[in-house]
């Protein structure tokens, strides 16, 4: 990039004195021109990567988004050896891994927060995420091992350690139509990094929230006489984030 500028073809701007003018924060270009003089002159790993991307907010800055924009690739190199930038590139890599979607399911939680306090008029709401793969089980209501419905027993924290109590599956079924549901396009390893990354972008975007998340299961076991017992598959995981405005 720089050499592309310097090479004759464009205009630059310059002041009264020559000097070209580069619109970009001086705060981190010095490291740059520093660099280009003299290549054993690096920044600190706190300067590489000061202020970590905030999500929702579109800040990334530093002087290795500047080493990448002007594309000097000796620089570039040598910073995503520091562990601070390395660090941010694998955030990044695990969030490309979950698809385009990604930041419109984090926008959607939130909007459905605001939305149910607005409604309430209450400082705290909660919204339920469910990964596709959990979401199509409710739906579709595969059949039990034994000839019973099945009998669903949802295990949630509490204060002296898990609570559980029964549900059945008409309720629950009902319960998520009626709830601020996200349903992410998700399978279930996959919705557990998506709501870890979630968690961390929220609270390090200054959010007050906590995340929970409620085991629902069914208990029916069928006997199978000289082998033992077959249980019943039915199990999903249903994500709460309580936030406080």
Known sequence: MLAAMFSGRHHLDTDSEGRYFIDRDGSYFEH???????????????????????CFRGREGQVYKEAKFYQIEGLVKILERF???????????????????????????????????LQSLVSTSKVSLLSLEDHKKILECDDCVGQHDHNLVVSKPGKEGLVHHQETFEYVQRRFKDTSLVICSLDNTQMRLFVSITEADLKNSQYQCTFHNERIRCKNVRPIYGLGKQECKFCVTEYVVEFEW
Do not use: C, Y
């Open 32 to 54: 740059i021109l520093n660099f280009l003089r003299d290549s054993s002159h690096l920044p600190s790993a706190k300067i590489a990567l000061e202020v970590r991307n905030v």
């Open 83 to 117: 562990s601070v930038v390395f660090s941010r590139k694998l955030e990044d890599a695990r969030k490309l891994s979950l698809g385009s979607e990604f930041e419109k399911w984090q926008q959607t939680i939130i909007t459905h927060a605001q939305e149910k306090s």
